[in-house]
């Protein structure tokens, strides 16, 4: 790779983490007012709506934004074909949310989803004009300005958010939170992008792209659709208020385990891109991202487990005290969902996206059966049931890397076996803690301190850190030599 590309890509790496740490935190405290200022159920009637919104914008997409980004030298007609069938679909798809509307509304028996489905129809539509300058943006891997937009864009809305719910506006505060966020981002990304659109459509460039994007359109609907059944049938098997739960209890889990997978994710992805013909290289810095992800992934997800009643005590209030176990099993599902998402990537990288989509399919008897089993039983079975399937998962995530590379599941664990051992101990100690202290401000903030601390020491003892690597990998320069 050259040395402005590699420069590019690390300019855009720090970016990209920087917004991610930046959207996060303010996500975060947006979430925890909003948690605090409304009921379970108004989070849950929203969350009745998460697949259908999900499949309508992967329609919307037709993975022609991911197309643009794929095709190299893009010309003028390229991104007016894209952005003109993303407008057209996304009216036809508001149109079939519209009559839709009183049909979900009866599948969950919850009137009020008649017109909050109408309204969110609305947002697809506006939600596509969009598209194309932050695929343009992407292009030219300036993230930069993608920071800047979607920082602003939440901050706005979470505001607004805030002020509605304040006011008495239930879950339409939610619904305001979302279209204020649209809204910001039509306004916004045209003055980064510079693109000026246009209604112009080529037959010849849109079967060039979506011979592309449709293959992720498949793939992509499939993820939604996998992705949000839990939601689907606890939504209509139980209440918008279990729902709730539901939602809440894997939301930080989630949160914290995704940060670490986007930051060091965005690493990986292009560099062992770069070295895929060197096939023992490409190992070495597989085998690193693996372990630095691991070395990060399981002390916080372990620490936040345990400190999880303090934290919803303290952060989101004893309202929500019923999602507790449920946060818990999530956060050991979220330790391996990073690393089953690393294991992925290496296939892509070596340019194997079909063994990738076929071991993704492979998947969906296990999740649906677990589902089956789970959902006559409560709302907790159903989270142990995706957690077991998640962890199952990662076996299947890394058997095909194992076979390409010969570093399975079981040789990965064993290199992570100092981490592991650290997590433990760290464990007993907040535990022990935790059993002397019953203040929650204490157990939350004094344990969570101690157990980092103690992770650390036992990291040193085992010699599970090379600082002097850490601070390299950091800075993003390890991976290139």
Known sequence: MADNVRSQIVHGVFWNALEKFSLQGVTFVISVVLARLLSPSDFGLIGMLGVFMAVTGAFVSSGLGSALVQKHNCTAIDYSTVFTVN???SCIACAILFFAAPYISDFYHEPILVPITRVLGINVVLGALNMVHRSQLTIR???KSLAKINVISTIISGTIGI????????????????LAGTICGIVLCPIYS???????????????????????LVTGIYSVVINNISTLFIGRTYTSADLGFYTKANQTPSTISGFIYGVLGSVTFPVMSEVKEDKDRMLRLYK????????????????????????????????????????????FARMFTPLSA????????????????????SKAPLILGALAITIPISVEAIVWGNTIVTVICFFINSYLPGRLFGYGALAQLWDWRHIILSVLLM?????????MVENDWLQLFCGGAIGLLSYAVFCHIFKVI????LYLMIKNRSFYQ
């Open 288 to 331: 690193k991202a693996l372990f630095t992800t691991a070395m990060f992934v399981f002390p916080l997800m372990m620490l936040f487990c345990m400190l999880s009643k303090p934290f919803i005590v303290i952060v989101f209030t004893e309202k929500w005290l019923p999602c507790l176990v449920m946060m818990q099993l999530y956060c």
């Open 466 to 469: 090379d600082y002097k690597s």
């Open 342 to 361: 690393l294991n992925i990537s290496v296939l892509n990288a070596s340019g194997r996206s079909d063994l990738f989509m076929w071991m993704d399919l």
């Open 163 to 178: 002020a509605m719910a304040y006011s008495g506006f239930g879950v339409w505060s939610l619904v305001g939170q979302y």
């Open 141 to 143: 891997v300036d993230f």
């Open 194 to 216: 510079k693109w000026k659109p246009s209604i112009r459509f080529s037959m010849d460039s849109f079967r060039q792209l979506f011979g592309y994007g449709s293959k992720l």
């Open 427 to 435: 464990c007993g100690v907040v535990y022990l803690f935790c059993l």
């Open 87 to 89: 407008v057209v679909v």
